[in-house]
């Protein structure tokens, strides 16, 4: 099993930034793809962004394209979202989550492992 443990959410002004972590362990986590998804109150968890095993490839969702940029740390196995020029609509429940497999996707069904998620606010 693979765990993953958010951390660094928090209130900002828009226009501001933040960067949420997350810790990997357990079964061979080094290798899994990583994604980070977002979820509003009554809305359906939506993909950020992801970068495969090797960090070598990464993707963003158009709504935060050229604002956020994911990374990891394969030594620290960890993986970072950076996010500036926020927005109001940024406001939601981050989630760190590991591929079940070795495709990197932005389906939420392609991921096995789940953070527990941490909460961003950004004030008008």
């Known amino acids: 099993q693979v765990q993953l443990v958010e951390s660094g959410g928090g209130l900002v002004q828009a226009g501001g930034s933040l960067r949420l972590s997350c810790a990997a362990s357990?079964?061979?986590?080094?290798?899994?793809?990583m994604g980070w998804f977002r979820q509003a109150p009554g809305k359906e968890r939506e993909f950020v962004a992801a970068?495969?095993?090797?960090?070598?490839?990464?993707y963003y969702a158009d709504s935060v394209k050229d604002r956020f940029t994911i990374s990891r740390d394969n030594a620290k196995n960890t993986v970072s979202l950076q996010m500036s020029s926020m927005k109001p609509e940024d406001t939601a429940v981050y989630y760190c989550?590991?591929?079940?497999?070795?495709?990197?996707?932005?389906?939420?069904?392609?991921?096995?492992?789940w953070g527990q998620g941490t909460q961003v606010t950004v004030s008008s």
């Open positions: 357990g079964r061979t986590s080094y290798s899994r793809n």
């Open positions: 989550a590991a591929t079940r497999g070795v495709v990197v996707t932005t389906l939420a069904d392609g991921y096995g492992y």
């Open positions: 970068i495969s095993a090797s960090a070598g490839r990464t």
